[in-house]
């Protein structure tokens, strides 16, 4: 085996690869595409499905979602939502994680698709609720089968409606089995 | 200087000049010849620059610069921007005057030495009659610029980076100059115009050995991969310009890229038939200008430069020192001996005899191959034989 | 300026290109020679076991990815095995399979990471590391099909996988099977016989097997000094039982075996995959959990190996929605512990060689 073998092998790989197109796209005339499921930024609310639960704010770590609703004063009858006052999601420190969409019980938070929000002053980086009514519903797919069911692709411009949106009948957990195991047990 | 045709041709222009002023007419010339070449050179630096990010960029699979101007090309013109609007630091405990000095004495040698490159048929500057000579001289200065730096910058980390890499320029000009002799001898003059002139073959051919050793040992000369220690971010000592911020560093800068460019002349010149088509041995069966013959060999070594840049890691001081101790210099030291045999035994070689040189030439170097694998061939060793899998359950 | 031939000590601080993240260390060099290091680190300590006391068992999944950065899914799979151990939860057969699969990718990526940075530190000049990145990009591909990120991922829950894949995860999935070993092929024509790479690391930082146990190495570091230990053959967790395959085995203990054992262990890797793709059941992915479970009372040790070792959680629980204390035996930090014998009596220039052969993560030290 003559001595410089193993890098005349190696100067042909390299050279191979300088044939070859380059895998870099030049941004931001080109854009790579995203999968459905993409964990985005712009989050996407539908207001007629939204009770004020607060559940989204309970499951979040870092405790970014602020929601202020006035239910007092009045007598909330069954069948009735809280009336939204605040609904303030902080982008600064989001991480995007989405255990706020897995918490949402009635499919009314959803993540969104984009990801180039930057902007020059951190006090706009929280979306308040006027944004959050009025930004186009582009909802990704992420712990949303339903929506994956329908192929909806939120980057093909695809809107959807809050009707369109329904996970179907989920049926009810084994509640004796439930009830033995994390009560009766216990 | 009589068949110096730029030369004559301006001086020819001024003529208007009465003959009590020819003086007049030949600074007047020779500073618009030089002063031509010089920019000429600024520009092939720059535009190397570009070339290097940018083939470099394709050798791993990604674009490089092109945003600056049609395609990036003006990219080396904007950093040049960049760098001589930055602040200029000095350090207190440098020393004023040869801090000053160093980038100065480092780019200076690089432009004299295109003083002796023909670049095309009968275009020189001068035509010295110890070309050679001078080449390896004037290279020489560039370890001194290098030392300066180091002292001058009151860094101690600076000092000892620059004493490793003047250490390391030393031992690498023994093998430059050894190979330089072979050719010398094959040519039998040191004028580059003549070695140009006297190349039938080129001498590649006939010299592979000497080729080998005089392109490893200018590119140690000139500080690239695989031989940058000097420049390596991954090393503790940070080399001789780190406290150089500013034109300074524009300037050092300027000349490892400018010694780059005025290797690859030299190597096609020495080598490759400088300005003559590289395959046919009469010199009146051109397609192309002269020039741009010497240019294309030119960027032809520049992309292997930057070729080997793109593959190899760096080697260590003591494993450099002892490449250019151990191989470098015995394989010299047997191609001038070669030679010399050769040149003896046929002073005047006809071109059947020329063949026969170069076919013992490469039995010669084969040989060498052989021998040095034998030689260094311990540290070789299979994958396989060191890394094994294994299957079996659980351990200690 | 006078120099003098003492021993002289140096900082190669916090900032530095060759380092792998935040990391200091003081190097007391006789000309060229190591003759003392001390390692400091913790510039990039967040507090994550202490933070992991006020969040519930399924939002420390997203504190634990961002422990070791580069390998994502491995500190998910460590953390929910811990729990699942603790709570006495079971997982569905697909849940366990596509576990593996991301596991075994996220080892994959994480071994193609640490090879390119070892071989930048070396000096070749970014042209490996690109490579490696280049085939890091498919793969992250494949995790924001199956999660919708790309790094920081969340993918698991204690009970199984959040979601499972979409439809046209598998066509990709095949495609990278396919074509990797092209790649790695490749690799290893560009590196393994190259003279320069040879000279650099061979016999370079060795580390005997005795003191790799004494030190409570684990991982590559490990099998790299000759000690056949695998945590996936010895306490099988998930479905390694059932998948065949080798482990890589050093004997020199040297840089150039710690590479290489990486280099195998992701063609390991990829025939694990394979074995998943055919043997991969239908069905659930994630038992039905309670976001906000209460485990019982008392702790346990689950520990898993990741693509640096031996990552292991130790989880205390007193009843909550909580943990009482969650602490991580985080494997980069116990590997660093050879590092001054291993470093002692070489030069400065193989100082980055060894410590990028170690291959130490800092989100994952300082946690």
């Known amino acids: 085996m003559p001595y410089g073998i193993g890098i005349l ?33 712009d989050f996407v609310w539908y207001e007629e499905r939204c009770t004020g639960c607060a559940s989204c704010a309970k499951y979040c770590p870092l405790g970014i979602i602020k929601i202020v609703t006035s239910g007092s004063g009045s007598q909330i009858s069954e069948g009735e939502k809280y009336k939204l006052e605040t609904f303030d999601i902080e982008l600064a420190r989001c991480m995007f994680c989405g255990l706020c969409v897995e918490a949402c019980p009635y499919d009314a938070l959803h993540l969104g698709s984009g990801f180039e929000r930057a902007r020059e002053r951190k006090s706009d980086l929280v979306i308040p609720l006027e944004e959050l009514r009025s930004s186009p519903k582009r909802p990704s797919t992420w712990f949303r089968p339903q929506l994956e069911k329908k192929n909806h692709n939120p980057f093909e411009g695809q809107t959807i409606t809050w009707s369109d949106v329904a996970r179907p009948a989920i049926q009810d957990p084994d509640y004796e089995d439930m009830g033995k195991r994390w009560v009766d047990d216990r | 200087m009589e068949s110096n045709n730029i030369f004559n041709f301006l001086k020819d222009f001024f003529n208007f000049l009465p003959p009590s002023l020819s003086w007049l007419n030949y600074i007047i010339s020779g500073f618009i010849l030089t002063f031509a070449v010089a920019n000429v050179l600024l520009i092939t630096t720059a535009l190397f620059t570009y070339m290097e990010r940018r083939v470099l960029a394709r050798f791993q699979s990604r674009l490089g610069p092109n945003r600056v101007g049609p395609f990036g090309i003006l990219q080396p013109f904007a950093d040049i921007l960049k760098l001589i609007t930055k602040e200029d630091i000095r350090p207190t405990a440098a020393d004023r005057f040869i801090f000053f000095l160093a980038p100065i ?85 040191m004028s580059l115009v003549d070695i140009v002139e006297a190349q039938r073959l080129p001498f590649i051919l006939l010299q592979p050995i000497g080729f080998f050793v005089f392109f490893l040992a200018a590119t140690a000369e000139m500080n690239r991969p695989p031989f940058d220690l000097l420049e390596a971010e991954s090393e503790l000592v940070a080399g001789f310009h780190t406290e150089y911020s500013g034109t300074k560093f524009a300037l050092l800068y300027l000349a490892e890229f400018a010694e780059a460019v005025v290797f690859a002349g030299i190597f096609a010149t020495l080598f490759f038939r400088g300005w003559q088509n590289p395959f046919v041995p009469q010199d009146w069966f051109q397609f192309f200008p002269s020039i741009i013959w010497f240019f294309l060999k030119m960027i032809f070594f520049l992309f292997i430069f930057i070729w080997i840049r793109a593959t190899l890691p760096r080697l260590r001081i003591d494993q450099v020192m002892s490449f250019a101790w151990k191989v470098l210099f015995p394989l010299s030291l047997i191609n001038l001996i070669l030679t010399a045999l050769l040149v003896t035994i046929w002073p005047e070689p006809s071109t059947i005899e020329l063949w026969l040189m170069v076919i013992i030439n490469l039995a010669v170097g084969l040989l060498c191959l052989v021998l040095f694998t034998r030689f260094l061939e311990h540290n070789r060793i299979k994958p396989t034989q060191s890394v094994f899998l294994a299957t079996k359950q659980g351990g200690q | 300026m006078n120099i003098r031939t003492e021993p002289i000590t140096i900082n190669l601080g916090p900032q530095h290109p060759s380092t792998h993240g935040v990391f200091r260390l003081r190097v007391t060099l006789d000309g060229e020679v190591i003759v ?101 990009e498919k793969i992250l591909e494949l995790f924001e099909m199956l999660c919708g990120a790309r790094v920081t991922v969340s993918y698991m829950r204690p009970g199984g996988v959040f979601q499972d894949a979409p439809d046209d995860f598998w066509p990709s999935f095949r495609a990278i099977l396919d074509s990797l070993p092209y790649f790695m092929d490749e690799i290893e024509r560009l590196l393994e016989e190259n003279e320069i790479l040879l000279i650099r690391t061979k016999g370079i930082g060795i580390l005997t097997p005795q003191s790799a146990i004494d030190n409570a190495t684990s991982g590559p570091v490990l099998r790299a000094s000759g000690i056949p230990w695998d945590l996936r053959k010895s306490n099988p967790y998930d479905v390694y039982g059932d998948l065949n395959f080798d482990i890589p085995i050093g004997t020199n203990g040297d840089s150039y075996d710690r590479f290489l054992v990486r280099i195998l262990e992701i063609r390991e ?64 930090l116990i590997n660093l512990t050879p590092l001054r014998e291993m470093l002692l009596g070489w030069k400065i220039a193989d100082l980055m060689v060894i410590f990028g052969s170690l291959d130490v993560n800092m989100g994952e030290v300082d946690r």
């Open chain 3, 269 to 332: 890797s990829l025939r694990i995959l394979e074995q998943c793709w055919t043997l991969i059941p239908s069905g659930p992915v994630r038992s039905k959990v309670p976001y906000f479970f209460r485990p019982p009372v008392g702790d346990c040790y689950a520990s898993i190996e990741s693509s640096k070792g031996e990552l292991g959680f130790y989880l205390v629980s007193d009843g909550g929605i909580s943990p009482y204390r969650c602490k991580v035996r985080s494997p980069s």
């Open chain 3, 36 to 136: 003392d290091v001390e390692p400091i680190f913790g510039y990039l300590h967040r507090g994550t076991e202490k933070l992991a006391e006020e969040r519930s068992y399924t939002q420390i999944v997203t504190l634990t990815d961002r422990m070791d950065y580069v390998s994502s899914m491995l500190n998910n799979q460590a953390y929910v095995i811990a729990v699942e151990k603790l709570a006495g939860l079971d997982v569905p057969d697909r849940g366990k399979f596509l576990r593996v699969i991301a596991g075994e990718l996220q080892r994959i990526v994480s071994h193609l990471v640490a090879t390119g940075f070892f071989l930048q530190d070396l000096g070749a000049f970014g042209t490996p590391l690109m490579y490696c990145f280049r085939e890091r």
């Open chain 1, 9 to 41: 092998k190696g100067m042909m790989v390299t050279m191979a690869n300088f044939l070859r197109k380059p895998s870099t796209v030049q941004y931001p005339e080109t854009r790579l595409k995203q999968h459905p499921r993409f964990r985005g930024e």
């Open chain 2, 105 to 189: 004495v480092l780019v200076v040698p690089v432009f004299l030495l295109l003083a002796v490159i023909p670049f095309g048929k009968n275009m020189y500057i001068v035509n010295l009659n110890i070309g050679a000579l001078f080449i390896v001289a004037v290279t020489t200065i560039a370890a001194l610029a290098i030392f300066l730096g180091g002292w001058g910058s009151g860094n101690r980390f600076a000092l000892l980076g620059a004493s490793r890499a003047v250490a390391m320029l030393i031992s690498y000009e023994v093998p430059m100059i050894l190979a330089l002799v072979g050719v010398v001898m094959l040519s039998g003059s």
